[in-house]
């Protein structure tokens, strides 16, 4: 399949990605951004598995974060630990359901697709992404009109 190399075509591409795999988000009785915390405390170490680093991490404010995490809480999927490093915190942590259900994740056909790249392209996809979104933010930074993402 050959596509023109303009940068709005690449956008258009990138756009369509975006589109069908946030759509495949939902399934297993989640939305996207359950499964985007879900992914991301499935990852993460004590010292970050706290509402507020999530928050940060993606770019969103502590009350849309706390939104996806409480409904992973209701759901049986995350509970609250508390934090051995900080007697007054608490720490996410998944559930043996939550990591059955990580099993599942529907971003695992993403990740099927990046694996039948060749290898030397990798990397400068990679940059490439991490460059976008870096812009994205910077772009939009303070701008009060910008959204953020739902629950």
Request: glycine share 8%; charged share 25%.
């Amino acid at each position: 399949m050959k596509h023109s190399c303009t940068s709005r075509a690449v956008a258009e591409l990138l756009t369509q990605v975006g589109r069908l795999t946030h759509s495949r988000g939902f399934t297993g009785g989640l939305n996207p951004a359950q499964w985007m915390a879900l992914r991301y405390f499935s990852q993460a170490n004590e010292s970050v598995a706290t509402v507020m680093k999530f928050a940060e991490h993606y770019g969103s404010s502590r009350g849309t974060a706390s939104q996806s995490i409480s409904a992973l809480v209701r759901k049986g999927y995350l509970v609250r630990q508390p934090s051995r490093g900080k007697k007054s915190s608490h720490v996410l942590v998944l559930t043996e359901a939550g990591r059955m259900l990580i099993e599942h994740d529907p971003i695992n056909h993403l990740i099927d697709g990046i694996e039948e790249l060749p290898d030397a392209k990798k990397p400068v996809f990679a940059e490439s992404l991490e460059f976008l979104i870096r812009h994205l933010f910077d772009a939009h930074s303070g701008d009060p009109d910008v959204l953020e993402p739902s629950e």
